[in-house]
């Protein structure tokens, strides 16, 4: 009986191994599962994050190309004012050094 005795408990220790083995299968399963759950939820709060933090450097780049196109705008047409101011002033002198050629021409 000895021998029956020892056999029944080498199976009780082989079922309550293979349960715990299963057990450990199931919470191993269970903790994946957990993980990826977590990961793909960590993903999706850092997708929209990056899509915020984007919009808002895309916004302030924005904002300053308007600043800066402006500002090139401005000083291009002080630069154009001042060239025509200045073309105005050879004009006019241009007409009177013709006005001077024109009458030496006709004083000749």
């Not at 083995?21 to 997708?47: F, P, W």
């Not at 002198?93 to 006005?99: D, F, G, N, Y």
Request: aromatic share 2%; net charge positive; no cysteine.
């Amino acid at each position: 009986m000895k021998r029956e005795e020892t056999l029944h408990r080498i199976k009780d220790v082989e079922d309550r191994v293979r349960r715990s083995k299963d057990e450990a299968l199931a919470e191993q399963e269970r903790i994946l599962r957990a993980a990826r759950r977590e990961a793909l939820e960590l993903k999706d709060v850092l997708r929209v994050k990056a899509e915020k933090r984007y919009e808002e450097v895309l916004k302030e780049a924005e904002g300053s190309l308007a600043k800066e196109k402006a500002s090139l705008l401005e000083g291009g047409r002080r630069e154009a004012a001042a060239l025509a101011a200045k073309a105005d002033a050879n004009i006019e002198r241009a007409v009177e050094r013709l006005i001077e050629k024109f009458k030496g021409a006709l004083n000749a």
